[in-house]
T-cell receptor, first 109, second 114 residues
């Protein structure tokens, strides 16, 4: 089956810094999503981005489907950005989601 | 308020005692899904449902059952729980399977099987 790898596994930033999180996938996908899990465990959908670029405030995401990767950019990070970021994909013909193991981000005040 | 509601939030049970975790959504979503989250393994999909009476296996369906008799409800059934099913469980829903219109998670159910 498809493999989804995220990097880096852990990231510590000072408040105000920028960061890039990466999601690599081993096969073609028809769906890619980014999620944030806050320190209290709540999961929030950030982007639906099977291809192209989207922006939402300080967050933006780019997926290059032909090269099988997606990037999540966080600019001017805040302590509330702390948590774990997951990417998840589905492949053609199915809506079975495969999640990466996540990037744990800690933003220090 | 649009939401996915899971119950209970916490559950401790004994090996072999059947249990059901309920999941309900009020957004008229067609797609619903169950996940388990374990340290170091991320989220793994257990089952999903594209619509009423349509369910399909995710990556880790063994030991679980689901049913989708109504659009709003998608209960997760553990007929004979074992300690390796101790985990944090999430229910989720979206308008369609793609999640293009958003993907909403419940608050989670922490299950301990002793």
């Amino acid at each position: 089956g498809i493999q989804v790898e995220q990097s880096p596994p852990d990231l510590i930033l000072q408040e105000g810094a920028n960061s890039t999180l990466r999601c690599n996938f081993s096969d073609s996908v028809n769906n890619l999503q980014w999620f944030h899990q806050n320190p209290w465990g709540q999961l929030i959908n950030l982007f639906y981005i099977p291809s192209g670029t989207k922006q939402n405030g300080r967050l933006s995401a780019t997926t290059v489907a032909t090269e099988r990767y997606s990037l999540l950019y966080i600019s001017s990070s805040q302590t509330t950005d702390s948590g774990v970021y997951f990417c998840a994909v589905t492949t053609s013909g199915t809506y079975k989601y495969i999640f990466g193991t996540g990037t744990r981000l800690k933003v220090l005040a | 308020e649009a939401q996915v509601t899971q119950n209970p939030r916490y559950l401790i049970t004994v090996t072999g005692k059947k249990l059901t975790v309920t999941c309900s959504q009020n957004m008229n979503h067609e797609y619903m899904s169950w996940y388990r989250q374990d340290p170091g393994l991320g989220l793994r999909q257990i089952y999903y449902s594209m619509n009423v009476e349509v369910t399909d296996k995710g990556d880790v369906p063994e030991g679980y059952k689901v049913s989708r008799k109504e659009k709003r409800n998608f209960p997760l059934i553990l007929e004979s729980p074992s300690p390796n099913q101790t985990s944090l469980y999430f229910c989720a829903s979206s308008l369609q399977g793609s999640g293009a219109a958003g993907y909403t998670f419940g608050s989670g159910t922490r299950l301990t099987v002793v």
